[in-house]
DNA sequence: TATTGTTATACTCTATAACTATA
DNA sequence: TATAGTTATAGAGTATAACAATA
């Protein structure tokens, strides 16, 4: 990784101690390492991490609505459109009218689709375990519990 | 946040059981938070994460060249220039020559930049308070090291 | 009047190739 | 020939306004 030459690396010892102090430096790193590594590790299948995950969604809850997976994947409803074209144009979803509700869409997976979503899966655990090799079950359950706690809230509320 | 209408959101209980075993997904969306939280916040004093970031560093480490700050802070070199560009037209900082090597710049903070830089940290303590209130230390440093612990490796490597 | 999906658009973040001026 | 900084550009990711069809 360091492409930099030797004499230009020592000539001032870099010190980021202060940024060190703020958990926003170290999630923003570490979520970038965990995503390019995801990304590359999908990517042979036609997947990212954004793409994987709608699909997922779709495979899990047949029948969705595009207005409730935008939801829970807290991604605005426009980028979640360019997103299914992608997976209806490879096949791996369908988008369906519903009788009772003509403005919607039912969203499903295809076989493909829910074999591509398997397929993935298996990928994304392999490369899990490789980035978090040596981190106990106890301390990941905590990562786990942390991360989950941080919520949207008004800056300057103290709720 | 929850902008959709009532009807639409119990249709169908909306499972992301799948998706919730990967830490990846989690990271995102905490990383996403926190990094939205703080850009709101430093947004008054015309900043953002990575300009903070940025200026902070000059701050602590007067003298310090632009390949050095781009590694430091693992980011693309050409990217560095635009933020060094706007931080140099604010006067936060200034590009000087280094004498010993004509190509090279040291950067080195302005008084105004280094009062920006410590107001910019009063700002982001409290939003780090807010944001992770109820979170004991010891979890605080569990989470710390395992982000540290996530490395760039080679997908496919067991290192 | 409100909601679903859509189009168009814009801004941020990240990434790469290629240039200049120095070394 | 290699390095420091730069320019130009492109691709993701994210965000908002406004529209047509439908409720």
Same mark, same amino acid.
């Given at each position: 990784?360091?492409?930099?030459?030797?004499?230009?690396?020592?000539?001032?010892?870099?010190?980021? &101690?202060? +940024?060190?102090?703020?958990?926003?430096?170290? /999630?923003?790193? &570490?979520?970038?390492?965990? @995503?390019?590594?995801?990304? %590359?590790?999908?990517?042979? /299948? *036609?997947?990212?991490?954004?793409?994987?995950?709608?699909?997922?969604?779709?495979? $899990?809850?047949? *029948?969705?609505?595009?207005?409730?997976?935008?939801?829970?994947?807290?991604?605005?409803?426009?980028?979640?459109?360019? @997103?299914?074209?992608?997976? $209806?144009?490879?096949?791996?979803?369908?988008?369906?009218?519903?009788?009772?509700?003509?403005?919607?869409?039912?969203?499903? &997976?295809?076989?493909?689709?829910?074999?591509?979503?398997?397929?993935? @899966?298996?990928?994304?655990?392999?490369?899990?375990?490789?980035?978090? %090799?040596?981190?106990?079950?106890?301390?990941?359950?905590?990562?786990?519990?942390? +991360? *989950?706690?941080?919520?949207?809230?008004?800056? *300057?509320?103290?709720?």
């Amino acid at each position: 990784m360091a492409r930099r030459a030797k004499q230009t690396q020592d000539l001032v010892p870099v010190s980021d &101690a202060s +940024l060190a102090r703020f958990m926003g430096y170290h /999630m923003k790193r &570490a979520q970038h390492v965990m @995503i390019s590594d995801m990304n %590359a590790v999908i990517q042979p /299948m *036609g997947l990212r991490m954004i793409t994987f995950s709608v699909l997922n969604m779709v495979v $899990e809850n047949p *029948g969705l609505r595009q207005s409730q997976l935008a939801d829970a994947l807290v991604i605005e409803r426009p980028n979640l459109v360019v @997103i299914l074209d992608g997976l $209806e144009e490879r096949d791996l979803i369908s988008r369906d009218r519903v009788p009772t509700d003509r403005r919607a869409y039912a969203l499903n &997976a295809t076989l493909a689709g829910r074999q591509l979503s398997d397929a993935a @899966i298996c990928a994304i655990e392999a490369h899990e375990a490789r980035m978090l %090799a040596g981190v106990s079950d106890e301390d990941r359950n905590t990562v786990l519990r942390v +991360l *989950g706690q941080v919520r949207r809230t008004k800056p *300057g509320a103290e709720q």
